[in-house]
């Protein structure tokens, strides 16, 4: 038993300080963390999320939407995400300090989200991304998730948020597509991935 | 049948007394062993059923309208079923089998009560089934191997405590004496994957819980933490205690040095434990913590080429035979697969070859090196050793695992070099802004395409795998004459150990 004692106390120094160093330390680190008031004009960045985005996340989270988009942005010298427009300046742990959920994904299949509500805003955009991919980008191997949206009889006026669809894949007259709770609630989700507000860690990269 | 190579490498023993006590150890496990590497056979198909769907949905995502309906087999959630099933179910399931048989053996305790271990293995399968369901039915959380929802996670827990409980029981009267290397992995991993499984359930998973979720970015540290433990402390060590023990095993030949033994294990374990953040190379964190992250996948190539240069030595003081053993090429290219796998994970890890890999399919190509070319060849050779000799069989029409080993590794190969060739085109066309996105799906096209090739070719091995098993199991070859019979236990071990 003695060895086994050596051996114990070898692995649980070992394994505890790394999990000291990356489970601890960032735990107690972010947990403290104070949003940035800005000095000049008083606002206050960021914000917390609406409770729509918050039930849209966990639909992101359900449908593995993390397996082919990821949500930072790196600087400017270590990739190219600032000059493919998904953000202005890197992340960091600030941006994240309200979210439930963080998903900040290791691959990129897809589009890098982190700021997807800010070069998107019309829901109508995302729903028929969702709905039918290929409509929005050709080419793309996301997959269509038909089953966050029904078709429905309409009853008195089209519906607001109804799809606008043409050709083959619209519904027969007299019907509408229309998103479901879910889809509603990850496009509201999507809408709210905005992080383009000014921190003093993270200035903008000159051009 | 040809000769059965693969259970003759060791010679006959006249410690006739010894050796039934030892096979009365094979016997009191052999319900318990069983009851896993059956089941891990089962999470293997299943895992490359979803791995096969979810790779044909990657290269054919318009020609599959009827799956857009049905949200239980979209992509996002098969692919982590795929995931789950393959880590969970069959290696873990696999690997745990193995470290029941290993741990009696190597301890040698008289200890036969063997309920603990079959009640471990029925929870810790319901666990994966529950989980696997819960991730097709939409409960999963989004995060890579992380994905079972509590109850699912718990069950596993629940096993594992099980599992756990038996195995101090049977370390504690162990036989005192020599503490082979095998042994050591098997104890870092037991008490690694306890750990870091029950810290990072509770902060990122368990719902309202009063310390969780984990505070913004810290769960992706917790995550990336936790990801590499179970690669790199639970399944790595597994394997390690595996071939650390077929490899001198089938030459007959002690290990060829118990320092670089010793030096490989304490490194792998201090690099490992430290090198999970490496992945988020730019991501929103101090940047000390990636950097250790690249530091360690770095160093981790003293105890990679450790271990490698060990395994070299031995074989290469070996006279011959059970080299040319098909369990023994399982396990010595498994082995083979890891120092790859060492040097892939520090090239992908430093910041300016792993700024052309991050995010790619490269990085999905390392995962499967590690997964199948490592864990799983080694797993593959362990139960095409252990399952003859706990049967007392002989195994049978060697051809179809001579099959199995050709047909993965063509598999492999191709999914790999796919996968990585793919990749880098991927990874230079995103460090490119002009290249579009639209763009680079399109280069990615043929090579999407071909993966699903790999895979249908790995699902194909993997069933032959399945039938092997099968026959060995259920056609009663069982050896008659006891005298010129291969050995069914395993003495005389020529085991590293502790002076």
Redesign the interface.
Same mark, same amino acid.
């Given at each position: 038993?003695n060895?086994?004692a050596h051996?114990?106390l070898?692995?649980?120094g070992?394994?505890g300080?790394?999990?000291l160093?990356?489970?601890a330390y960032?735990?107690i680190?972010?947990?403290g963390?104070q949003p940035n008031k800005d000095s000049n004009t008083g606002a206050v960045a960021p914000q917390g999320n609406p409770g729509t985005a918050e039930q849209g996340a966990r639909v992101?989270?359900?449908?593995?939407?993390?397996?082919?988009h990821?949500q930072?942005v790196?600087?400017k010298n270590?990739?190219?995400?600032i000059?493919?427009?998904w953000g202005k300046r890197?992340?960091?742990?600030?941006?994240?300090?309200?979210? +439930?959920?963080?998903?900040?994904g290791?691959?990129?299949?897809?589009?890098d989200l982190t700021n997807v509500g800010v070069r998107q805003t019309d829901p109508q955009w995302f729903y028929r991304l969702l709905y039918d991919?290929?409509s929005v +980008?050709?080419?793309?191997?996301?997959?269509?998730?038909?089953?966050l949206f029904r078709t429905q009889k309409i009853s008195g006026q089209t519906s607001a948020d109804a799809l606008k669809l043409d050709g083959p894949g619209a519904p027969g007259s007299g019907y509408e597509i229309v998103p479901t709770q879910e889809g509603k609630a990850i496009v509201a989700y999507l809408i709210s991935l905005k992080r383009n507000f000014a921190l003093p860690e993270a200035p903008e990269p000159a051009e | 049948m040809s000769q059965p190579a693969i259970s003759e490498t060791i010679p006959p023993d006249n410690l006739s007394s010894e050796r039934d006590d030892r096979e009365a150890i094979g016997y009191a496990v052999r319900v318990p062993v069983l009851t896993f590497f059956v089941s891990a056979v089962f999470w293997l198909l299943v895992s490359s059923c979803f791995g096969l769907l979810a790779s044909t949905e990657c290269h054919r995502p318009g020609s599959l309208t009827i799956l857009s309906n049905l949200p239980w087999l979209t992509f996002g959630r098969v692919f982590p079923a795929f995931q789950n099933a393959l880590v969970y179910g069959w290696l873990s399931t696999g690997g745990m089998g193995v470290a029941i048989w290993l741990l009696s053996r190597l301890c040698n305790t008289a200890y036969r009560t063997s309920y603990l271990p079959v009640l471990s293995g029925v929870t810790w399968n319901i666990g994966v089934g529950v989980g696997i369901l819960s991730i097709l039915g939409g409960g999963a959380n989004g995060r890579a191997l992380l994905d079972f929802p509590f109850p699912a996670a718990f069950l596993l827990l629940l096993a594992f405590l099980f599992f756990g409980i038996w195995a101090v029981v049977v370390i504690w009267n162990r036989e005192s004496g020599s503490v082979s290397v095998s042994e050591w992995y098997i104890f870092a991993a037991l008490l690694c994957f306890a750990w870091s499984f029950t810290t990072a359930n509770i902060l990122l998973n368990l719902p309202l819980s009063p310390i969780g979720p984990a505070p913004g970015v810290s769960q992706g540290a917790i995550h990336a933490w936790y990801e590499k433990s179970l690669f790199g402390l639970w399944l790595a060590p597994l394997a390690l205690a595996v071939a650390y023990y077929i490899i001198p095993k089938s030459l007959e030949k002690p290990i060829y040095s118990y320092k670089l033994a010793l030096l490989g294990f304490w490194a792998w374990i201090g690099c490992a434990a430290f090198s999970g953040m490496a992945v988020f190379n730019g991501g929103p964190f101090p940047v000390w913590m990636v950097t250790m992250g690249i530091v360690t996948n770095v160093l981790a190539l003293v105890p990679v080429l450790a271990v490698a240069a060990n395994f070299h030595m031995t074989t290469r003081s070996a006279a011959e035979p059970g080299g040319s053993s098909l369990v023994f090429r399982f396990v010595a290219l498994g082995a083979m697969m890891f120092t790859f796998y060492g040097f892939e994970a520090a090239t992908n890890s430093l910041r300016t070859t792993g700024q052309f890999t991050q995010f790619t399919l490269v990085i999905l190509g390392q995962n499967h090196l590690f997964l199948y070319g490592f864990c799983s060849l080694i797993l593959f050779g362990a139960i095409y050793y252990l399952l003859p000799r706990l049967l007392d069989r002989r195994i049978i029409f060697e051809g179809v695992a001579e099959f199995h080993f050709w047909l993965g590794l063509v598999g492999f190969a191709l999914l790999w070099f796919d996968l990585t060739i793919g990749g880098l085109i991927q990874g230079f066309g995103l460090q490119d802004a002009k290249v579009s996105m639209d763009a680079i799906g399109d280069l990615l096209k043929p090579f999407l395409m071909i993966q699903s090739v790999a895979a249908l070719i790995i699902f194909a091995a993997n069933v032959t795998f399945a039938i092997a098993v099968g026959l060995i199991l259920l056609v009663p070859a069982r050896v008659r004459n006891r005298s010129d019979a291969p050995e069914t236990s395993m003495e005389r071990t020529p085991e590293v150990t502790v002076a």
């Open positions: 038993m060895k086994f051996l114990f070898g692995v649980f070992l394994f300080a790394s999990w160093a990356f489970v960032p735990y680190t972010f947990a963390m992101f989270a359900a449908n593995g939407c993390v397996y082919c990821s930072f790196r600087d270590e990739g190219a995400d000059d493919r427009g890197r992340t960091v742990a600030r941006d994240y300090m309200f979210d +439930h959920y963080v998903f900040l290791n691959s990129r299949l897809g589009a991919p290929r +980008h050709p080419g793309s191997v996301m997959p269509s998730f038909r089953y | -």
